[in-house]
């Protein structure tokens, strides 16, 4: 028998019950509805989602920082970045934690360290390339670490595999460990995506000997060099597991990594689209993201990958990620439906048991930044994308409840709707629903369309809604998160507001979140 029951009613008579539900705020928008032609009441086993729900990490939404833009978002000693840091304070104050740093990517395999040198770190660039060619980075970068971010600012650090000389790897790591403040480490990464190492513009490795297997061969032997670094991220492969390649967990497990006890994560990387190519960038369309149907799908062929890192003992970590290679897409990954895509996509990979994602940011042309980190000049000023209220959407998510779980009520799913059941994990108590209407609208139009969806089955009667919304899913900017925006100081301003419904009715417009509890 199904644990999940899906009612849905078209009957005229329920449209009056159904507006007169709505609270003053929200009927008050009714200009922009075009009414559903279905209502949807929903009712699921909560004690079974309890009994399936996997655990919540309070900092699921992490963030992959390009390593030769670190002082770019962290600042200098003496001289933080102050947007930056109060971007991380708030998801802190909401949380109690903020996203935790990645430093790594392409240009953690070109960096060295130079602990004297007088600059924090100096980059070299190509003319028309917006990725270092070279890097040097002094201890400085170390001290920035310790005292740049907010007080529970936590990081992992990425030291170069890529020019394989272990001497380097050494040198980084022996800086870290005088100058980092160990208890801020949550990881040391050894090289960024080595399957990539072969591919002519990166020519790390040969062709003819590369493989999954040489690449835990030399980790197997570089590993007990750096013995000193006691927790170590392993992996960082882009490979796709739905595609053939050597380069999976999988494989890695399966080659014996569970012999290098410094590893405690494994992790991959994955991008759903590229734009390194004309013809890759001619295939992308912001409605396949929207699509949640099509996000399950692609994710889904990471499970093995999942199941890998468990069966060593380790956590999963998607270590790097984000909309479209190649440093995103202008008009989809800074839009408001690049926005619901990162929840959804993170939401669902934590049902699969993931522990954490690490979404790419970079200066400049990185249109899929969290947020801009200085002004590139005087008309491009440092500024938010709307991706950066996934983090506070999440942080509100996980806020109040001891040990979260989350679970996705899959059969109640459908194309451009998605729901996740939040349960605290010591009373296995279902504390709040996030639902997702991912429906495609790009402001065109004058109407916009609505679902109405009883929650009242499985939440009661008496709700209360906080609600991340946009003009619609093209939107760059205009993001409210419960009535409040980010300013230019970084400063989270207005009136927090919850929204409430008398009759376990929530109203969900076209590319909206919401979250919702009982009062």
């Not at 990725?131 to 529970?152: D, Y």
């Not at 060593?312 to 926005?339: F, P, Q, R, W």
């Amino acid at each position: 028998m199904s644990r999940f029951i899906v009612a849905t009613s078209v009957a005229l008579a329920s449209w009056q019950s159904f507006v007169s539900a709505i609270p003053s705020d929200i009927s008050a928008r009714t200009d922009q509805v075009v009414l559903s032609t279905s209502n949807v009441s929903v009712s699921f086993d909560v004690s079974a989602g309890s009994r399936m729900a996997m655990p919540l990490d309070p900092q699921l939404i992490s963030m992959s920082i390009e390593f030769c833009y670190a002082v770019d978002f962290i600042g200098t000693p003496g001289l933080p970045n102050k947007y930056s840091k109060q971007l991380l304070q708030n998801i802190e104050d909401i949380s109690g934690v903020p996203p935790i740093l990645r430093i790594g990517g392409n240009t953690q395999d070109i960096a060295k360290y130079c602990e004297n040198c007088p600059e924090t770190m100096n980059s070299t660039y190509r003319s028309g390339s917006t990725e270092a060619i070279n890097v040097t980075f002094s201890k400085g970068l170390f001290r920035a670490m310790n005292e740049n971010g907010p007080l529970n600012q936590k990081y992992i650090f990425g030291l170069n595999l890529g020019q394989d000389n272990v001497n380097i790897a050494k040198s980084e790591l022996a800086g870290a460990l005088n100058y980092l403040d160990q208890s801020k480490l949550i990881a040391y990464e050894l090289g960024n995506e080595p399957d990539h190492y072969i591919w002519p513009q990166v020519n790390y490795r040969s062709p003819s000997s590369w493989s999954m297997a040489a690449y835990v061969k030399q980790t197997l032997e570089w590993f007990p060099q750096l013995s000193s670094g006691k927790r170590f991220q392993y992996g960082s492969s882009a490979a796709n597991p739905a595609t053939v390649s050597d380069f999976t967990m999988v494989q890695a497990v399966k080659w014996g990594i569970s012999k290098i006890k410094q590893v405690k994560i494994i992790s991959s990387h994955s991008y759903m689209g590229n734009r390194c190519t004309p013809a890759n960038e001619a295939l992308l369309n912001l409605e396949d993201y929207v699509n949640h149907m099509k996000t399950v799908q692609y994710y889904a062929s990471y499970i093995g990958e999942i199941a890998a890192a468990k069966s060593i003992g380790a956590i999963y970590h998607m270590g790097e990620t984000n909309t479209v290679a190649c440093h995103g897409k202008d008009g989809l990954s800074n839009t408001m439906g690049a926005l619901l895509w990162m929840i959804d996509y993170s939401f669902y990979l934590a049902t699969l048991g993931a522990d954490r994602l690490f979404f790419h940011n970079g200066k400049g042309d990185f249109v899929y930044s969290m947020w801009e980190p200085v002004a590139l000049n005087e008309s491009y000023p440092a500024h938010i994308n709307p991706q950066y209220y996934s983090m506070l959407f999440a942080a509100s998510v996980i806020s109040d409840i001891s040990n979260p779980r989350i679970y996705r009520v899959a059969e109640l799913d459908t194309y451009d709707l998605a729901h996740y059941a939040i349960y605290s994990g010591g009373d296995s108590k279902l504390q709040k629903l996030v639902i997702l209407n991912t429906h495609y609208h790009n402001g065109t139009t004058a109407s916009r369309p609505a679902k109405y969806v009883d929650l009242s089955p499985v939440l009661g009667r008496k709700l209360k809604v906080k609600r991340l919304t946009s003009g619609n899913t093209v939107a760059r900017d205009g993001t409210t998160w419960g009535g409040q925006k980010v300013d230019g100081k970084g400063v989270l301003v207005g009136r927090e507001t919850w929204e409430e419904s008398t009759d376990g009715v929530v109203v969900m417009y076209a590319s909206e979140a919401v979250i919702v509890k009982a009062r």
